[in-house]
């Protein structure tokens, strides 16, 4: 597999660190020589016709620029360094970037999933095939073919997703949003059925939304045929978000959480977790809809402003 590396203007010290590596053709020899396998120092030394004091000269540069990377290895006579290459294409922009003009980073999660959950009965879970597993097994949630469901239900507890955190290293995040469809779990379904939701976002308490109830009135606009009616139909469409100001629930204000609290650029993904907080005053669950269910057409979305 070819690997990358990308270097921006602002990198100083790494870009004269690529540019002196760069600057000898032995050591772009040596890259030459790396690229199908790996090969020791003294190996190195006598296709290049170098005495290795000079090869491990050259190795070292390289090494520092990040370009090839050295291991120490049992030897016929003690331990000798092996060499390896750790990058087939680099690009460097020189072009500086404007912080005042924002980018996206957007990622769509299915509702199926998700890294970790606590359900309860009345819980399930259904997709094209129909219900997967049994229903109120809690024990079917930790089956891989969750991934293929559409549509999610539990009576209390919560589900986890880890998205992968796509935004560039050293950017700052300026808001996050979540956005759902999601109703109250009542037997059934329940009009008037309420569920104090809580999100938490990478471990953080972001805020808690009251849902009115568990909508099963009328079928969901895009529900299959399968789905059987006299159950759960359709949810409300929420977005959470958290600015610089605070944490808001479909714009208005909830909680005094502001984005930086979250530390969305330690990690190399993003938790987002969803359900009842144990001893919450309404614990009336959730049901939580993907693409081709419910009333829109989306599964669990997240969006980073940088």
């Not at 094209?128 to 559409?150: Q, S, V």
């Not at 009115?212 to 978000?241: C, H, I, K």
Request: hydrophobic fraction near 35%; charge should be neutral.
């Amino acid at each position: 597999m070819s690997k990358f590396k990308e270097y921006d203007v602002e990198e100083i010290d790494a870009l004269c660190s690529l540019g002196k590596a760069l600057s000898s053709p032995i050591r772009i020899e040596i890259m030459q020589l790396l690229y199908e396998e790996g090969m020791i120092i003294g190996d190195i030394a006598k296709k290049l016709d170098l005495p290795a004091s000079s090869t491990a000269f050259h190795l070292k540069i390289l090494e520092e620029a990040g370009l090839i990377r050295m291991e120490k290895q049992p030897g016929t006579r003690g331990t000798v360094k092996f060499c390896i290459r750790k990058v087939d294409y680099i690009t460097v922009s020189l072009i500086k970037k404007n912080t005042d003009v924002s980018e996206i980073f957007n990622a769509e999660m299915p509702v199926g999933a998700f890294s970790s959950c606590q359900v309860t009965p009345t819980c399930g879970m259904f997709g094209p095939d129909g219900y997967i597993g049994n229903e109120d097994t809690e024990y079917c949630f930790y089956y891989p073919e969750r991934m293929k469901a559409g549509i999610l239900w539990t009576s209390s507890g919560y589900v986890e997703y880890k998205f992968s955190n796509g935004v560039p290293r050293k950017r700052k995040i300026k808001r996050a949003s979540i956005s759902m469809e999601i109703c109250s779990e009542a037997p059934g379904y329940k009009e008037d059925w309420k569920s104090d939701l809580t999100l938490w976002v990478n471990d953080v308490e972001v805020g808690t939304w009251t849902c009115p109830g568990d909508f099963g009135g009328r079928r969901g606009r895009l529900n299959p045929p399968a789905w059987p009616n006299g159950s759960t139909q359709y949810g409300m469409q929420v977005v959470w978000e958290i600015r610089s100001d605070g944490s808001y629930l479909n714009g208005e204000k909830i909680s005094e959480v502001t984005v930086n609290r979250l530390s969305i650029m330690d990690r190399a993904f993003v938790s987002v977790k969803i359900g009842n907080k144990p001893g919450a005053k309404y614990e009336g669950g959730f049901n939580l809809f993907g693409k081709h269910y419910g009333d829109y057409n989306q599964d669990i979305v997240l969006t980073m402003e940088y």
